[in-house]
């Protein structure tokens, strides 16, 4: 995944039909990195121009039935374990999530399949001059309304849509759900969404709709106080799951377990009450056919690789503490080496001190996108935490100049039987898959996302002018 200058200036034999390079220059023409969207400057406006667009289309939004689903961690893992479980019970399926391992068509997917580069093509190439009329229509909401006007048009019966963030002003909020869902909360985005639990539940709990049912992860007293506030005051039906343990659930974790409870739940409650036919022999098999890299995910074993490497999507306190217990059950007592890298908006002192806890090896990354931390500050945050830790003498931190420079170092601080494990935002997770496919090549499917790496258009948006969550 790499972001690199491309002109936004169209230069096209035919002018009204722009490429997929194009295309996306125009989607990402004015993204912005400072950690605050325009929703948040202003509040009142966020939704109705999401109105304004979807109504310049036809209300594309009212030609699908619509499963939303928000939370801080598990809410990608929960999209896909319910769009496979639909489809599999012969439901057409849209599935849009943010944001993308290797390559932008990941995030709007009908029926299991990636939107095609034509398609995109296609369609902003006849949608982008009704967007563009709509003054301060932002990144995200130019890429939902493409994901509804997509799926309209793809017949799609069912779209199962992940929330980009909060959920309240997000640009996804202007859906009239069948069904909704909140995945585990915790401290995350705490520079837009607020300081305490309760205050990023509330943000989450936007998404309930007026008698919509809600289902709800296990959460921490303060969360669960808000979401349920919220609930009554809509008469909207909240049941909170538990980890779905009868059934088997592909991706590794007890929390994955809670995901998949989630996903369960939600077809059950669109089955009861008429939405669809279900059945749970297809339940279970679309269950078990979900299939969402970066997760807790073993890459392809190669024999020229000294060892394994196992990447996650880990990037907060929370979703660190979970990588590590898992790791803890699927590989006790073996000797761990961290790839670590993350996004300048994160509080890192903590998730370094739990990796530190668990291991003295770390090397350190920094992902290509431009909202990476700096290789030089991450090395600073870590020894400024090393030189504090009564094991100083015993831990070897590194700094890797490219992620595949990184496994290789990785290999060599890593004693026999061990394990290698990268995390700290999706664009490590997706830069390390894209490294092992350079270092061991033809180990991945031929239909793995991150072949589409290779020749996917980069991107280098404006840098921002001020601070993360300034």
């Known amino acids: 995944m790499e972001f690199s200058p491309v002109s936004t200036h169209v230069h096209n034999d035919n002018p009204t039909q722009l490429s997929y390079a194009e295309s996306l220059a125009w989607i990402f023409r004015d993204v912005r990195f400072t950690g605050r969207g325009r929703k948040y400057d202003n509040p009142e406006r966020s939704l109705a121009r999401m109105r304004e667009i979807l109504e310049h289309l036809g209300n594309p939004q009212q030609r699908f039935q619509a499963v939303h689903i928000t939370g ?24 849009f999530t943010s944001p993308h391992l290797h390559s932008f068509r990941e995030r709007i997917r009908v029926n299991g399949q990636l939107i095609s580069r034509d398609q995109l093509a296609a369609l902003v190439s006849r949608v982008q001059d009704k967007m563009d009329a709509v003054e301060d229509l932002g990144v995200f909401d130019r890429i939902t309304a493409l994901a509804f006007q997509h799926f309209a048009e793809a017949g799609v019966e069912f779209a ?41 539940a509330r943000e989450k709990a936007g998404i309930i709709k007026a008698g919509v049912p809600i289902f709800s992860a296990p959460q921490l007293e303060e969360a669960t106080h808000a979401l349920a506030e919220r609930a009554d005051e809509l008469d909207a039906p909240l049941r909170v799951v538990q980890p779905l343990r009868s059934h088997a659930v592909p991706l590794a974790g007890d929390h994955q377990q809670v995901n998949a409870a989630l996903a369960w739940a939600m077809t059950v409650s669109l089955a009861e009450r008429g939405w669809i036919q279900a059945d749970a022999v297809a339940m279970e098999r679309g269950l078990a056919a979900t299939h969402w890299p970066g997760r807790f995910e073993l890459l392809p074993l190669a024999d020229d690789a000294p060892f394994p490497l196992l990447v996650d999507c880990a990037h907060n306190v929370d979703s660190v503490t979970l990588l590590l217990a898992t790791l803890e059950e699927f590989y006790p007592g073996r000797p761990i080496t961290f790839i670590f890298g993350a996004n300048r908006d994160k509080e890192l002192a903590p998730e370094m001190e739990l990796i530190l806890d668990a291991t003295p090896r770390v090397v350190l990354v920094q992902s290509q996108h431009p909202k990476a931390t700096p290789l030089a500050d991450l090395a600073a945050q870590f020894g400024q935490i090393v030189a504090r830790r009564a094991d100083a003498g015993h831990v070897q931190v590194v700094a890797a100049p490219s992620l ?46 991150v072949h589409a790496a290779t020749d996917e258009p980069v991107l280098v948006p404006p840098q921002p002018t001020a601070p993360a969550g300034g």
């Not at 801080?72 to 599935?95: D, F």
């Not at 002003?169 to 759900?177: C, E, I, K, Q, Y």
Request: with cysteine; proline share 4%; net charge negative.
């Open 72 to 95: 801080t961690k598990g809410k990608g893992s929960t999209s896909a374990y319910s769009e496979s479980i639909l489809r599999h019970l012969g439901y057409r399926t849209g599935l």
């Open 160 to 200: 199962v849509v992940e929330v980009g963030l909060g959920g309240r002003l997000d640009s996804t909020n202007v859906l009239l759900p069948a069904v909704c869902a909140i995945t585990r909360i915790s401290m995350d985005h705490m520079h837009v969404l607020g300081d305490t639990i309760e205050k990023i």
């Open 404 to 449: 595949t420079e990184a496994i290789l170092a990785a290999n060599a601080l890593t004693p026999q039987g061990g394990l290698l494990v990268g995390s700290g935002s999706v664009f490590v997770a997706a830069e390390l898959r894209e490294a092992w496919n350079t270092l061991h090549p033809g180990h991945f499917p031929a239909d793995d996302w």
